[in-house]
């Protein structure tokens, strides 16, 4: 069975950072991309970031460009996402997908929320 | 970036009626879009993927058609636990984008 499971979110002031972390199992890992997706408060979902299974190549939303990186950690079925520079309008529910083979968001996790405030 | 409009922006119908859900496209997508369902308080949920492929274990009441600009979900007799927030995704181009979404609710 599939599972993903967000970790790391919480409450940070405007111009901090988090790293958010999504531990997978249920399949091989380093074989298929993952996303990072997300959700502001009323609002509809937003694709953030994306890293392929084996050569690591990464995408970005231009929202998060130069702020956030994603990586992985194959040996430890791991997915990340480091936040840097955060705004208020990051605020949001995170989603960590994992791709099908064709290349769509086919599991989700429960996803780990954001806050960033004063 | 490739923009998605979906439509309408609420659909208010009746447990066993059909629901006919619109996403269009500013650009060809050929057919690589996608159909997610999503719950308050779940995670959401692939339905269809390549416009017409439902994925695993998805209700055959559920379908999906279109290519290019224009593609539709139809759910052809509704069930209770179907009334939920649809958005369509495109994987053509990036950035991935996704429609606004359709609230499906109860009539």
């Known amino acids: 069975e599939v599972q993903l499971l967000e970790s790391g979110g919480g409450l940070v002031q405007p111009g901090g950072s988090l790293r958010l972390s999504c531990a997978a199992s249920?399949?091989?890992?380093?074989?298929?991309?993952m996303y990072w997706v997300r959700q502001a408060p009323g609002k509809g979902l937003e694709w953030v970031s994306a890293i392929s299974g084996r050569d690591g190549g990464t995408y970005y939303a231009d929202s998060v460009k130069g702020r956030f990186t994603i990586s992985r950690d194959n040996s430890k079925n791991t997915l990340y996402l480091q936040m840097n520079g955060l705004r208020a309008e990051d605020t949001a529910i995170y989603y960590c997908a994992k791709g099908n083979p064709q290349f769509y968001f086919e599991y989700w996790g429960q996803g780990t929320l954001v806050t960033v405030s004063s | 970036e490739i923009v998605l409009t979906q439509s309408p922006a609420t659909l208010s119908l009746s447990p066993g009626e059909r629901a006919t859900l619109s996403c269009g496209a500013s650009?060809?997508?050929?057919?690589?879009l996608a159909w997610y369902q999503h719950k308050p308080g779940q995670a959401p949920r692939l339905l269809i993927y390549d416009a017409s492929n439902r994925a695993t274990g998805i209700p055959a009441r559920f379908s999906g058609s279109g290519s290019g600009t224009d593609f539709t979900l139809t759910i052809s007799s509704l069930e209770p636990e179907d009334f939920a927030v649809y958005y369509c995704q495109q994987r053509g181009n990036w950035p991935r984008t996704f429609g606004q979404g359709t609230k499906l609710e109860i009539k």
């Open positions: 249920g399949f091989t890992f380093s074989t298929f991309a």
């Open positions: 650009q060809s997508v050929n057919n690589y």
